[in-house]
């Protein structure tokens, strides 16, 4: 069975601040395909990231890094020098080659004030 | 490229009303997914297509049905609904099993 787990439920910090957020996944596929999804409080999903299961490289994407690691199956996604416009609830999700579709977490919602 | 497109917007229903969800796409994607998103939840798999005239059940099917007859479009159609219908439903689809899905901008019911 698959499985995403986001521990942290709401996430507030200050404007500038660094921020981590956590995901955790289960699967026992060898092949595996993990996402970050934002969901703005406009309300559309918007997706940010899609890593593989035989890439291990850190990805940065300006302000946005992400650290992928099998050995703790973790996916972490960290926003440097927070920004208000990064305001939103933030998706972790799985897939795999047998499932059809994604398996998300329950998402984390993320505060940043000026 | 539209994207993934969804009807109506926003919906209130009576209980035991009918209705269909519209989801079309321009991508020429061969999965489609549906989802529904209630507070605390994330977003749980309704139905899903794998092309045209293929589909079958996710995690919540009860209550609802879906067909897939074109590429383009994946409807989704609640039968009698009910208040525990009340949520959000975003329309997905992707290229391939491994792709990244692109998701319609939501449809928010209201089943009172």
């Known amino acids: 069975a698959q499985k995403v787990t986001q521990a942290q439920t709401e996430i507030s910090v200050v404007e500038k601040e660094d921020v981590t957020l956590d995901c955790v996944y289960e699967?026992?596929?060898?092949?595996?395909?993990l996402f970050w999804y934002k969901q703005p409080p406009s309300g559309e999903l918007v997706f940010l990231i899609r890593?593989?299961?035989?890439?291990?490289q850190n990805e940065i994407s300006g302000r946005y890094s992400w650290n992928f690691q099998k050995s703790t199956s973790s996916f972490n996604f960290t926003i440097t020098a927070s920004q208000v416009v990064d305001s939103a609830v933030y998706f972790c999700?799985?897939?795999?080659?047998?499932?059809?579709?994604?398996?998300f977490g329950k998402g984390t919602s993320l505060l940043v004030t000026p | 490229n539209a994207g993934v497109t969804q009807t109506p917007k926003f919906q209130v229903l009576k209980t035991g009303q009918s209705m269909t969800l519209q989801c079309a796409q321009d991508?020429?994607?061969?999965?489609m997914s549906w989802y529904r998103q209630d507070p605390g939840m994330g977003l749980r798999l309704i139905h899903y297509?794998?092309?045209?005239?293929?589909?079958d059940q996710g995690e919540v099917p009860n209550g609802y049905n879906v067909s897939r007859s074109t590429t383009e479009d994946f409807p989704l159609r609640l039968l009698s609904a009910a208040p525990s219908q009340t949520s959000v439903y975003f329309c997905?689809?992707?290229?391939?099993?491994?792709?990244?899905?692109?998701f319609g901008p939501g449809t928010r019911l209201t089943v009172l």
């Open positions: 999700a799985l897939r795999t080659p047998s499932g059809y579709a994604l398996n």
């Open positions: 890593r593989n299961s035989f890439d291990e």
């Open positions: 997905a689809s992707s290229r391939t099993r491994s792709d990244e899905q692109f």
């Open positions: 991508m020429n994607h061969e999965y």
């Open positions: 297509s794998v092309g045209a005239g293929i589909t």
């Open positions: 699967t026992r596929d060898t092949t595996y395909y």
